[in-house]
C-alpha cells in the first residue's frame, strides 16, 4: 500500500491492484482498477485521480459514462471499451450532457463542469461490450457482468481467478442508490442488486467511499441496508402522500437529496425519481391520482 504523487492510493487483492481516489473515492473523485495478466494489463475507470500519474496500460474499460468515471481517460491512448448502451454519452462530452436531458441553463454549466472540471474529452472510438464479455489477460480474466439500472449500460467486472467482483457505481453508500437519470430505472437496479448479491465472490469493490468489502457474507448485508434505502424512499413518499401531492410538491419535499443539497441536476433528479416510485406504486394500487397530476396513498 502505497499514496502514489498522482493522489490515489494503490492497495492488492490478489492481482488486482485498487487505485482509491481523493478523498477515499468519494464524488468528483472514484476508485479504479488496474489489473494485470502474463499477455496484457487494462485499467477499468480511469478518475479524477488519474489524470497526473496514471499507470500505463493495454486498455480501458469503463463501467458507465458518468464523469468521475472517465475523467482520467485523457491518459490513455489505448482501446477503450464500454458496454454498448454507453458508447453515445461515451462519444463527447455534449453526447455525455444531452443523455442527462438538463434544462437549458443547468445544461450550460453542466457541459463547463464536465470539461473543465473533469476533463472530459468523448471517445467516438471506444469499442462495445455485452454482459459476458470476456477479457483475457494471460492467467487472468476479466468478465462483463451487466447491472444496468444506475444507467442502462452500467457494468460491473468478475476478475478471475482472483474472485474480485467490481460493483462500480452499485457502491453501497448511505446515499442509496441512484437512478435519477434518464436512463436509470429503479426496477434494474433492484434486479441488479439481487445479480451482485449471487455472484460469489472473495472481494467486491466500489467505486466509492465504501472501498472494498471482503467476504460474500458481509457484501451481502451491505447490499441489503444500501437496497433499504429504496424502501425509505417509498415509505417517506407514501407519507408525505397521506394528503393529495403534485409531482412538483414531492420535488420540494425531497426524496433523494437533503435539504442543503443545492444543483442543477437537484429538481430533475428529484422528478425523475419521483415519477419512478410514483409509477411503481400507482400499478400496485398503494397511490391513486385522486385528480389529474394529484397523487394521494391508498
Ligand atoms: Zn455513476
Same mark, same amino acid.
Not at 473523485?29 to 495478466?37: D, F, I, M, P, T
Not at 460491473?156 to 430505472?185: C, I, K, W
Not at 447490499?223 to 424502501?231: E, K, M, Q, T
Given at each position: 500500500? /502505497? ?7 494503490? #492497495? ?5 491492484? &485498487? ?5 477515499? /473515492?468519494a ?15 487494462l ?9 497526473? /500519474? ?5 486498455? &480501458? ?20 471499451? #464500454? ?9 463527447s ?5 444531452? $443523455? ?17 472540471? +473533469?476533463?472530459?474529452?468523448?471517445? !467516438? ?13 494471460? /492467467? ?12 442502462a ?9 482472483? @474472485? ?9 453508500? $448511505?446515499?442509496? !442508490?441512484?437512478?435519477?437519470?434518464? @436512463? $436509470?430505472?429503479?426496477?434494474?437496479f ?16 466500489? #467505486?466509492? %467511499?465504501?472501498? &472494498?468489502?471482503?467476504?460474500a457474507?458481509?457484501?451481502? $448485508?451491505r ?9 425509505r ?10 394528503? !393529495? ?5 414531492? &420535488? ?20 425523475r425519481? #419521483?415519477?419512478?416510485h ?5 400499478? %400496485? ?6 385528480? !389529474? @397530476?394529484? +397523487?394521494?396513498?391508498?
Open positions: 500500500m /502505497g499514496t502514489h504523487p498522482a493522489g490515489y492510493t494503490e #492497495a492488492d487483492y490478489g492481482a488486482v491492484r &485498487v487505485l482509491t481516489g481523493a478523498e477515499r /473515492g464524488y468528483p473523485y472514484a476508485n479504479s482498477l488496474l489489473v494485470r495478466g502474463t499477455g496484457a494489463s485499467v477499468v475507470d480511469p478518475s479524477l485521480s488519474l489524470v497526473e /500519474g496514471a499507470p500505463p496500460a493495454d486498455l &480501458v474499460l469503463v463501467s458507465h459514462a458518468h464523469e468521475d468515471h472517465i475523467a482520467g481517460l485523457g491518459s490513455y491512448d489505448v482501446p477503450v471499451h #464500454a458496454h454498448e448502451r454507453e458508447l453515445r454519452a461515451l462519444s462530452p455534449a453526447a455525455l450532457v444531452a $443523455s442527462l436531458d438538463l434544462p437549458s441553463e443547468a445544461a450550460a454549466e453542466a457541459d463547463t463542469a464536465m470539461r473543465e472540471r +473533469f476533463h472530459v474529452r468523448g471517445r !467516438p472510438d471506444a469499442r462495445g461490450f455485452e454482459d459476458g464479455t470476456v477479457f483475457d489477460l494471460g /492467467g487472468r480474466t476479466v468478465t462483463v457482468v451487466h447491472l444496468p439500472g444506475h444507467t449500460g452500467h457494468c460491473g467486472f468478475l476478475v478471475e481467478p482472483d @474472485g474480485f467482483l467490481f460493483v462500480a457505481d452499485v457502491d453501497l453508500t $448511505s446515499f442509496g !442508490p441512484y437512478y435519477g437519470d434518464p @436512463g $436509470s430505472s429503479l426496477e434494474e433492484e434486479s441488479s442488486i439481487r445479480r451482485c448479491r449471487e455472484i460469489d465472490a472473495r472481494w467486491y469493490g466500489t #467505486a466509492h %467511499q465504501k472501498g &472494498v468489502i471482503e467476504g457474507e458481509e457484501f451481502r $448485508s447490499l441489503d441496508a444500501y437496497a433499504g434505502v429504496i424502501r424512499r417509498e415509505e417517506a413518499l407514501l407519507e408525505f402522500l397521506a394528503e !393529495p401531492r403534485t409531482v412538483e410538491e414531492i &420535488v420540494g419535499h425531497r426524496l433523494v437529496y437533503r435539504p442543503h443539497v443545492r444543483g442543477p441536476h437537484v429538481d430533475p433528479v428529484e422528478r425519481t #419521483a415519477r419512478r410514483l409509477e411503481r406504486l400507482t400499478a %400496485q394500487e398503494r397511490v391513486t391520482e385522486t385528480a !389529474p @397530476g394529484r +397523487f394521494r396513498a391508498v
